[in-house]
Nanobody, 116 residues
Framework: QVQLVESGGGLVQAGGSLRLSCAASKRTFSSYAMGWFRQAPGKERELVATISSGSITYYAASVKGRFTISRDNAKNTVYLQMNSLKPEDTAVYYC??????????WGQGTQVTVSS
């Protein structure tokens, strides 16, 4: 098990930027695939972006070109840089860790609110 703690959420105007961070507890962080997911009120949790242990990235179509996922294995941290934010990006954002496409370690979530 790896413990994950997100930070960096907040309130921002449309068109603004935020950077989310997720700090992991385990020294084997570099071997984990990491992902960012989000859940808006009344909606199901959806995948936002992932980064493999080899730093291969994947983005949902709705955020491609606006969001960037990255990782710093020396700091056991994964980041989500979010630019050109839209009101529809408003959600609780969760960091997750796992292997392959199976994410079984989750953070507590951080709220991102984008005002129009």
């Amino acid at each position: 098990q790896v413990q994950l703690v997100e930070s960096g959420g907040g309130l921002v105007q449309a068109g603004g930027s935020l950077r989310l961070s997720c700090a992991a507890s385990k020294r084997t962080f570099s071997s984990y695939a990491m992902g960012w997911f989000r859940q808006a009120p009344g909606k199901e949790r959806e995948l936002v972006a992932t980064i493999s242990s080899g730093s291969i990235t994947y983005y949902a179509a709705s955020v491609k070109g606006r969001f960037t996922i990255s990782r710093d294995n020396a700091k056991n941290t994964v980041y989500l840089q979010m630019n050109s934010l839209k009101p529809e990006d408003t959600a609780v954002y969760y960091c997750a860790a796992g292997f392959g496409a199976v994410y079984n370690n989750w953070g507590q979530g951080t709220q991102v609110t984008v005002s129009s």
